[in-house]
């Protein structure tokens, strides 16, 4: 993982996702958020941590993400503003996904089957991150053929305002 | 991954993700179907892949069950056949999995952060297997404390099944 400087553009969608990250807060979720932007331009979908309201583990923003990504790609008022698309996978290599906290095994393995590129995220995943933190799977060429294309990473973008985010949330969860 | 005989009941239930499967040949899906079982006898949900109808490449076999189950017991109906659970994670803790192939990573570490503690698989995934095959997402101690307790897994069961479903796949997309 290299810590790289973000053009503005990044900047901003960094800004999208913290400030789902947020809502996740104020909703009792983990705080983690996300935005999917397509063609560097446009919001596609954006997601935050679901996990609580709706009692399943797997609703972590990512998977939100990419299932809103989908239900909005397939609506005919988005299919006549992009009228050259004529596959959802054409959208998806076009993306980049910006995360607040490092994906995890099992949404690092869900965007590269999705075949999106590239992920930006802020603060390590120390716990189970999936993009070198505790696997790499957003890397292993092991999986290349079968899961998707590797999925380029970088991390460190507002750390500290990510990891405060996180740490606001136990916080509250753990009055002692 | 150890290679053990089944009781009748378990023989049962992969008969049961062996249809599902063959329900997602014939729709044009990658066949691979399972069956979360609760308490040893009640089919919770069924599921089979459906990546293609979806296109939505995350819509594995065991994540659709995994929504399904949850559906299922956050009904009325059925907190009212179970009026002594209180919680959907007291009932994934005692559910099995049966599923007609090893479930891929993504999976592997969906059902850890779901808790449920047992996966009963047919033929191996060389491909992107969890459960040992190319990782160990199921038994991977570092992952303990925060995507969820070890998932025991136990394969090898009807593989030459699962497999030549995958080969009549496999043989339909590829006529040449």
Not at 38 to 67: C, M, P, Q, W, Y
Not at 79 to 89: F, G, M, Q, V
Not at 133 to 157: A, F, T
Request: aromatic residues 6%; negative net charge.
């Amino acid at each position: 993982v290299f810590i790289m400087c973000l053009d503005d553009a990044s900047i901003k969608w960094m800004e999208v996702a913290f400030n789902y990250a947020e809502h996740a807060l104020t909703n009792g979720e983990v705080p983690v958020g996300c935005v999917i932007v397509f063609n560097n331009s446009e919001e596609l979908a954006v997601g935050r941590n679901r996990v609580n309201e709706l009692k399943n583990a797997t609703r972590h923003a990512e998977l939100v993400a990419i299932d809103e990504a989908l239900e909005k790609i397939n609506s005919q008022l988005w299919r006549n503003e992009h009228p050259n698309i004529t596959d959802s996978s054409e959208v998806f290599k076009n993306c980049v996904l910006f995360v607040t906290v490092e994906p995890c095994i099992m949404c690092c393995a869900a965007l590269r089957a999705m075949k999106i590129p590239k992920v930006v995220y802020g603060c390590n995943n120390e716990r189970f991150g999936g993009c070198g933190s505790v696997l790499s799977i957003h890397s292993d060429k092991l999986l290349d053929s079968s899961l998707g294309p590797v999925l380029s990473s970088i991390g460190g973008q507002q750390t500290l305002r990510a990891i405060n985010l996180l740490k606001d949330f136990y916080k509250q969860d753990n009055p002692n």
